[in-house]
């Protein structure tokens, strides 16, 4: 999970085919951002004093700012998992803690009219896997041994958004973001659906990135001081990401007797990834002076977004590969099959001193994956998640501080229409720990 810091600030990508570290029950998304939310199980649209939930999540929270303010927060997360394929080793996740750094902020305009600047990872997935290589490929023999399988998927969202009160009960909002998406894969890969190649293995080393965009929606009502109701909408992230892959197929041609073939190859790669449309609903009530709970439910869209994936090569460097290809290109497309989902979301935040708050959540989402194409990687989805955590606040500064458990999530793959067989009979066992951070000034 989230290794070496993350490299850089922490969407979807081939990698996420291959091996990520750790799905959440929501899919890929996080469970809140900012350590407030994560220790409400991420129930913070409706939340007027969560700055990070009204610059990531529903802009109009803006339109009810008071005051200028900064919030910078500091993310770590380590995962453990064990996975069984058939042979007769355990594969391990390596558990080394990363750190994800993010930043918002709100700049009061008018009384009335708010501006809001985040800086987030809302992805962020760096996996190393060791496990032994289980046979198979076009030759049902072709296996690399026990090895390392990384795949990083990296995803940073900038946004700008706008919040305006209509009334005092009343407002709206919105925003564009500006996404950045790295995608790393060394492993074994089997090709899918390539006319010649599907069923072929191969080792492959694949980097991409690119950049996409989005927009929010938010309308936000506060009936009373005691009650607010929420409503945000996440438009889809389509990202076009370029980069290389290289690779080696002599093993799997050697097992086919074509030991005359060279199996070094290199491409120009080409991702095209589809991240899901999103809508919130949220409500915030203060049930006593002292009290306050928070609901909310997000529906995602995956089964649009994550229907399949399609890897395009183009330029190939070896010319015995693309005589037998009679093409210097290669297309492959990967199933996926995502289903939609609904994730509910409960938080309640209790002041047990002047200033000082504790906090206390959870949450619930079905894995979208179906049993025909979950992976080793993506069947453990978590899909029940518990948070805790505290605060306070002194002067103009405020320090919060969370701790989230995706809880011990384990499946075992049967049928699988993902060639080869070599994920049929595997069993992957999954859990991960998160710590948060965030400290606000206001200003």
Not at 128 to 157: L, N, Q
Not at 226 to 240: F, K, N, P, W
Not at 371 to 395: K, Q
Not at 427 to 442: C, S
Request: aromatic share 8%; charged share 20%.
């Amino acid at each position: 999970m989230c290794s070496d810091g993350c490299k850089i600030f922490p969407t979807l990508s081939l990698a996420l085919f291959f091996f990520p570290s750790l799905l959440l029950g929501n899919g890929i998304n996080r469970n809140g951002i900012g350590a407030k939310a994560i220790s409400m199980g991420g129930a913070s649209a409706a939340d007027v004093s969560d700055t990070f939930a009204a610059t990531t999540q529903n802009p109009a929270l803006l339109g009810f700012s008071v005051s200028d303010d900064l919030a910078l927060g500091l993310t770590g997360v380590i995962a453990s998992a064990e996975f069984r394929n058939g042979t007769s080793s355990v594969g391990l996740l390596d558990d080394r803690a990363g750190v994800i750094p993010e930043i918002a902020v709100r700049k009061l305009l008018r009384d009335d009219l708010v501006f809001g600047f985040s800086l987030v990872s809302e992805q962020a997935r760096v996996a190393d896997w060791v496990f032994e290589d289980k046979p198979g490929g076009a030759s049902g023999i072709t296996s690399y041994g026990r090895r390392s399988h990384h795949s990083e998927i990296i995803g940073v969202r900038g946004a700008l958004s706008l919040g305006w009160k209509i009334s005092n009960q009343l407002s709206v909002g919105a925003g564009i973001g500006t996404v950045y998406n790295r995608n790393s894969l060394n492993s074994p890969y089997t090709f899918q659906s390539h006319p010649t190649l599907a069923g072929f293995k191969t080792l492959l080393d694949l980097e991409t990135e690119g950049f996409g965009m989005n927009g929010d929606l938010g309308v936000t009502w506060r009936p009373s001081e005691d009650l607010t109701l929420a409503l945000g909408y996440r438009t889809v992230t389509r990202i076009d990401t370029h980069g290389t892959a290289t690779g080696d197929i002599s093993r799997q041609f050697d097992d086919l007797g074509l030991n005359q073939v060279p199996g070094h190859f290199g491409y120009d790669a080409r991702v095209e990834n589809t991240l899901p449309d999103r809508l919130t609903a949220g409500l915030s009530w203060r049930a006593t002076d002292r009290t306050r709970l928070a609901i909310q439910a997000d529906w995602t869209g995956w089964a649009d977004a994550f229907d399949d994936l399609t890897v395009n090569l183009r330029e190939g460097t070896n010319s015995s590969i693309n005589g037998l290809l009679k093409s210097n290109a290669i297309d492959d497309t990967i199933p996926l099959k995502w289903q939609d989902t609904v994730t509910l979301r409960f938080g309640l935040e209790h002041e047990i001193a002047a200033d000082w708050f504790i906090r206390g959540g959870y949450s619930y989402g079905a894995s979208p994956v179906p049993d025909e194409t979950a992976l080793p990687m993506t069947a453990a989805i978590s899909e029940h998640t518990l948070g805790i955590g505290m605060g306070h606040v002194r002067g103009p500064f405020r320090i919060d501080l969370a701790y989230q458990i995706d809880l011990p999530s384990s499946r075992t793959l049967d049928q699988s229409i993902i060639r080869s067989g070599e994920f049929e009979g595997s069993q992957i066992e999954l859990e991960a720990h998160w710590i948060a951070l965030t400290v606000g000034y206001e200003f």
